[in-house]
């Protein structure tokens, strides 16, 4: 095998993987979002009532959680 043949093989393997980390990643968040979504009523707050501390709150632990799949991937 020559050392182009090579790199394509390397550069469609981790493309691959990329590819499921990153479905991985997008199916663990919407699991997440959704558990967090079961949990607590947090639609009815933060549309009805434009509770806008808790859309706060809630996007910082989605983030948190996006920053902690990515580590576990990575």
């Given at each position: 095998m020559d050392k182009y043949t090579k790199a394509l093989s390397d550069f469609a393997e981790n493309g691959f993987k990329t590819v499921l980390y990153t479905l991985l990643g997008i199916v663990l968040f919407?699991?997440?979002?959704?558990?967090?979504?079961?949990?607590?009523?947090?639609h009815k707050e933060i549309e009805e009532d434009q509770n806008t501390a808790?859309?706060?709150l809630m996007g910082s632990v989605m983030l948190g959680i996006a920053?902690?799949?990515a580590a576990s991937i990575h």
């Amino acid at each position: 095998m020559d050392k182009y043949t090579k790199a394509l093989s390397d550069f469609a393997e981790n493309g691959f993987k990329t590819v499921l980390y990153t479905l991985l990643g997008i199916v663990l968040f919407a699991l997440t979002y959704w558990v967090f979504g079961k949990l607590f009523p947090m639609h009815k707050e933060i549309e009805e009532d434009q509770n806008t501390a808790l859309a706060i709150l809630m996007g910082s632990v989605m983030l948190g959680i996006a920053i902690i799949i990515a580590a576990s991937i990575h």
